[in-house]
């Protein structure tokens, strides 16, 4: 069975540039997140989706960041303008079953992110 | 307090021998917990869901209390392979949406 894809795997850009990360979860999972994991933390979720509708979007800096999963399958998060503080990892995560986190989320291997 | 709060270690255990580590978090109301492992540089994934009655899968047990609002989690016979850091997550409910909060991660470094 396939992973959770990402792409890319690395992007350094610079303050004020934009970048946009792409993510395909586990074909069937009904359920997409979207983590930042900051160097010595745990991931926060920025937003999450069931099929193709924001369960929770709320941690999400809506002035910078978007995201959407229009056809409920593949995903894209942009960060436009990035700021110093957005370096992090970017993880795209996947469950099979609803708005319920009972079950395992699957996550790809992320993007790794560096402003300058 | 913090939602979910864990000690970042890290905890230098010798092999073959048993650590535990706890995670606790501040929402009474909290419902679902979990322990994911995570390898430098790499994805996290699941290592166990933490039940009410607690649960045990080979050298790892998870255990809840609720009353004092820790989970925790014992390994034994600990091998150079548990390396890693071991995240808690915890979800909880509000305003009819289920919050998901990982902690911070707890370090653990096997030596031989």
């Known amino acids: 069975e396939a992973g959770v894809a990402q792409s890319p795997r690395y992007k350094i850009i610079e303050k004020r540039q934009s970048v946009a990360f792409w993510c395909n979860p586990i074909s069937g999972h009904a359920t997409l997140y979207w983590y930042q994991q900051i160097l010595g933390q745990g991931p926060k979720l920025l937003i999450q989706f069931q099929n193709n509708g924001v369960v929770d979007d709320s941690q999400l800096p809506k002035d910078r960041f978007s995201a959407e999963r229009l056809k409920g399958v593949d995903s894209t998060l942009k960060i436009q303008p990035a700021k110093l503080e957005d370096s992090a990892v970017y993880l795209c995560a996947s469950s099979l079953v609803g708005t319920v986190p009972s079950y395992e989320q699957y996550f790809g291997p992320g993007t790794r992110l560096t402003v300058t | 307090r913090k939602e979910v709060e864990q000690d970042p270690g890290p905890f230098n255990v010798p092999e073959g021998a048993t650590v535990a580590f706890n995670c606790t978090y501040s929402n009474s109301a909290s419902q679902s917990f979990f322990w994911y492992r995570q390898d430098c540089r790499k994805e996290p994934k699941l290592l166990m869901s933490?039940?009410?009655s607690g649960n045990e899968d080979g050298r790892f047990t998870a255990q809840l209390n609720r009353a004092s609002q820790y989970i925790s989690l014992l390994i034994r016979d600990s091998k150079l392979s548990d390396s890693a850091t071991y995240l808690c997550v915890v979800t909880f409910l509000m305003n009819r949406d289920d919050k998901i909060i990982f902690g911070k991660g707890t370090r653990l470094h096997i030596l031989p």
């Open positions: 933490v039940y009410s």
